[in-house]
């Protein structure tokens, strides 16, 4: 896995950054409309050579990767470039590769500076007429008829009527002017059609640094507008919408990196991807100016401010292609019917999502010993969920040391990397052990491996380590929910101990631990977050009820109760009242996306299945475009929740600072889990009603088990809040 640019990305990113800051601001921005075009930016664009740097360097080109030239619009769509870049980009790699003497003309012509090449982005057709991007302002205009690639020069200037804003929109009328044919070859309806998917790349590289700069925006606009007294960026209804923005912002820039991989690894996916990415970035940028507008209110709207610019060509830079549902349906069809597509050759990308090859070893040990143990007719390997744990295959894998295989040997672990425990743990979800009690006991050892003294960690870590104990987690309280800081349960100091007293909710896995990782308040009169103290507190005192709680999901919880429960203070985790240190480590520990990208991708195949057999109106309702949109959208928001999780890994791989990603990873996972579920469900009703283990059963059971994972691990509004605070910089919505 690696999400770092390499150096001669990120100095091409940073070289374009200067540039547009510089030639593209805000004043140039205005006085290039209502066209929106700027005659000193293009020859600027082509001193740099940036229409040729997709063109091969055999041709004079600068032959860069796909990669490089998506950093670039990133670069024009931050700063509202007004000038058809992606176009002319396109257009040239097409002439490139087409080649004969009149590409290489017009490819000579476009360096005098003053000439603007374009391209029709549909088939042309005798007399039906199309909005071109940039054609307003170019002096020639690739088309393609479906047979013959040509070249047409209108014989006047394109009518340029109002328009929403800043494409340059001509409406072109074929056949106007002279037409110089390039290529009526074998090979042409293949590269152009791979160069429609180039421009969707590219237009949506644009989107993202359009929809990035929009909200960074609106983030200091609300960190400086005060209202009722505080930043109403301290509001969480200004707060979240941006935080729920940012978020899609930054999956959609990521989904962007991973398609760009995919059609380099000849990925069965990439494809599909790319028209799933155009649909995605249209919606993310769509939403993210409409909530930045908002958070400015009526300034929002004044001309005089420059988010309306924005506003504005989020939708005015991607609509000459059409409705962008229709690019979910292409990509519906390519995805669940086959449909063909040519693709563009990309070049190297170096950016690779891929979980780090090594550990290939002690992985081949884990499927050994679950193969060796796991009995399908014996163990649950469908339900996510407590229930479905087993002791035997617990202890089996413990007396491997493959429980937690990065601990310490003297712990039961195997001292492993980093690589090979990821490796380790991936198996569990490829033979379907869910093992919960694994995970929470993981990351209870870490915090005592951390803040527990020494006689603590001998009395459980080895024990944990070889199987024969679990731990759970003792946060919630029956008045705190989210809110951990503001635990009630009394650590009250006595003698050499303490005394326990107060109720826990949501205890899961308690009938199953031995001990339990506590929130105390010891200083009831320092400021919340102050005033707590942690403990690993065995389960089998005195004092300790647990009673329990089962959920319509089909999982048990536990309400837990303490009456004068006695422990010692070698249970103690960290310093007395400094137990918000301790806690910050295990919540960082719980977050992230998981999982939840293959839940979503499981049900969506499986609707997919359902629909191949079902008929409507004599066809498979596979077929309908409303049922392609929907299970493609599924399919692609599981793709951003993986992409999403991956940035988690990634980031702490490459020791980049964390910005709330794994915060991030889990609102955007769970959220799209409950969205997609419920659909899913409306989808294949009415037989999905029927609950089941299998088939149509697991959209029954998904959308069921949805519900609550935007609640445990963390709530999506506390989630909201740290990504508000920490990817944008808002102030602190939370007492």
């Known amino acids: 896995m690696n999400l770092v640019l390499p150096n001669d990305s990120r100095q091409i990113l940073e070289m374009f950054e200067r540039f547009f800051d510089t030639e593209s601001s805000a004043p140039r921005v205005r006085a290039a409309e209502p066209i929106g075009f700027d005659p000193a930016l293009w020859r600027e664009l082509v001193s740099l050579e940036a229409p040729f740097m997709r063109l091969a360097a055999s041709a004079g080109g600068g032959g860069m990767g796909l990669f490089d030239a998506c950093l670039m619009m990133e670069q024009a769509g931050r700063r509202l470039a007004s000038a058809p870049l992606a176009e002319s ?31 029709a982005l549909h088939p042309v057709q005798p007399g039906e007429a199309q909005f071109v991007p940039g054609g307003a302002v170019a002096q020639a205009i690739l088309t393609f008829d479906g047979k013959t690639v040509a070249i047409e020069t209108p014989a006047a200037a394109l009518p340029a009527p109002a328009t929403l804003g800043g494409a340059a929109i001509g409406v072109f009328h074929p056949a106007q002017g002279e037409r110089q044919v390039i290529s009526s070859s074998a090979d042409a309806g293949r590269i152009w059609s791979a160069g429609i998917e180039e421009w969707k790349l590219l237009t949506s590289a644009a989107l993202i640094g359009l929809a990035r700069e929009a909200l960074a925006m609106a983030a200091a606009y609300a960190r400086e507008r005060i209202a009722f007294g505080q930043p109403i960026g301290a509001n969480q209804g200004i707060a979240h919408p941006l935080a729920d923005d940012v978020i899609d912002a930054d999956g959609a820039a990521m989904l962007l990196w991973w398609t760009l991989r995919a059609i380099a690894d000849g990925h069965a996916d990439a494809a ?36 309306q610019l924005y506003h504005r060509r989020a939708k005015a830079w991607a609509l000459p292609l059409g409705d962008p549902r229709a690019e979910l349906i292409r990509g519906g069809r390519r995805l669940l019917l086959g449909e063909a597509a040519s693709l563009p050759d990309v070049g190297t990308v170096e950016i690779n999502f891929d979980p780090p090859a090594g550990g290939q070893e002690l992985a081949a040990e884990t499927r050994a010993v679950f193969k060796s143990i796991l009995d399908p007719a014996k163990h649950n390997l469908r339900d996510h969920n407590f229930e479905s744990h087993d002791w035997e295959v617990h202890r089996a894998l413990g007396k491997a040391g493959l429980l937690y295989p990065d601990w310490p040997v003297k712990w039961g672990g195997r001292g492993a990397d980093a690589d090979a425990t990821r490796a380790s743990l991936t198996v569990w979800q490829e033979v379907g052990y869910a093992g919960l009690p694994r995970s929470t006991t993981a ?68 009938e199953l631990a031995s001990y339990v990782i506590l929130i105390t308040r010891t200083d009831p009169d320092a400021p919340k977050h102050k005033g707590i103290t942690v403990f690993l507190v065995p389960l089998d005192r005195p004092g300790i009820e647990i009673r329990p709680v089962h959920t319509f999901m089909d999982e048990r919880t536990n309400a837990t109760f ?55 109106n004599g066809r498979p309702l596979i077929e309908d ?60 009703a009415p037989e999905s009603l029927l609950r089941g283990k299998q088939g149509l059963g697991l959209v029954e059971k998904g959308y069921r088990h949805s519900t609550a994972t935007t609640i445990y691990g963390g709530t999506s509004e506390v989630l909201r809040s740290m990504v508000a605070e920490r990817r944008l910089g808002l102030p602190r919505s939370r007492a």
């Open 89 to 119: 980009v396109v257009a040239v790699r097409i002439l490139g590769e087409l080649g004969g003497d009149v590409a290489l003309r017009w490819i000579d012509r476009i360096r005098d500076g003053k000439t603007v090449l374009t391209m």
């Open 272 to 307: 599909a991807t790319v028209p799933m990415l155009f649909w995605w970035t249209v919606r993310t940028a769509t939403r993210c100016v409409a909530h930045s507008l908002h958070t400015f209110g009526g300034y929002g709207l004044c001309n005089e401010y420059d988010l």
């Open 443 to 510: 990351m209870i050892g870490h915090i005592v491996q951390k803040f527990g003294r020494p006689e603590l960690q001998e009395e459980v870590l080895l024990r944990m380590g070889r199987g024969e104990i679990s731990a759970c987690l003792g946060y919630t309280e029956p008045s705190g929910g989210s809110d951990v800081f503001a635990a009630k349960t009394r650590a009250v100091r006595d003698g050499d101990g303490w005394v326990i007293n107060g109720q826990k909710m949501f205890t899961s896995g308690a």
């Open 562 to 616: 303490y009456q004068d429960v006695r422990i010692e203070d070698r249970y103690r985790l960290g310093e007395i009242n400094g137990g918000a240190k301790a806690l910050a480590a295990a919540l960082t520990m719980e977050q992230g996306g998981g999982y939840y990208h293959l839940l979503i991708r499981e049900m969506a195949d499986t609707v997919a299945e359902w629909a191949r057999g079902k008929k409507r």
């Open 625 to 684: 475009p409303d049922v392609l949109a929907r299970l493609a959208r599924a399919c692609v928001e599981a793709r951003v929740s993986e992409v999403l999780s991956g940035r988690v890994l990634g980031t702490r791989l490459a020791g980049q600072t964390d910005l709330a990603f794994g915060p991030a990873s889990k609102v955007f996972s769970t959220e799209a889990f409950i969205t997609n579920s419920a659909d899913l469900l409306d989808l294949s």
